[in-house]
């Protein structure tokens, strides 16, 4: 059974950072993309950031670059968001999915393997 697990989200103020991290179990991923998604109350899930299967090409919403940074170790089949400089805007659960193919995609559809979410809820 494939599993991803996410960890690290919690309760933060307005400037500070937190790093999410995704645990993937029951297949490698080392040859597959990942991305993250987040979904805030009453809105729709959106995307956050996308890595290739090598880690060597990103793609993040314009609502965070510049402040989040995805990574990936394929020896731990794990990917990684550093979450920097947080808004309260940024507040949401925050999602981990894999997909089957290597390259990188911004749409929710594109992704197969879907984690259960970690809250992250940024104070002002």
């Known amino acids: 059974q494939v599993r991803l697990e996410e960890s690290g989200g919690g309760l933060v103020q307005a400037g500070g950072s937190l790093r999410l991290s995704c645990a993937a179990s029951?297949?490698?991923?080392?040859?597959?993309?990942m991305g993250w998604f987040r979904q805030a109350p009453g809105k729709e899930r959106e995307f956050v950031a996308t890595?290739?299967?090598?880690?060597?090409?990103?793609d993040y919403a314009d609502s965070v670059k510049g402040r989040f940074t995805i990574s990936r170790d394929n020896a731990e089949n794990t990917v990684s968001l550093q979450l920097n400089s947080l808004k309260p805007e940024d507040t949401a659960v925050y999602y981990c999915?894999?997909?089957?193919?290597?390259?990188?995609?911004?749409?929710?559809?594109?992704?197969?393997?879907w984690g259960q979410g970690t809250q992250v809820t940024v104070s002002s």
């Open positions: 999915a894999g997909r089957y193919e290597s390259g990188t995609s911004r749409s929710s559809g594109g992704y197969r393997y």
């Open positions: 029951g297949r490698t991923f080392s040859s597959n993309a």
């Open positions: 890595i290739n299967w090598s880690g060597g090409s990103t």
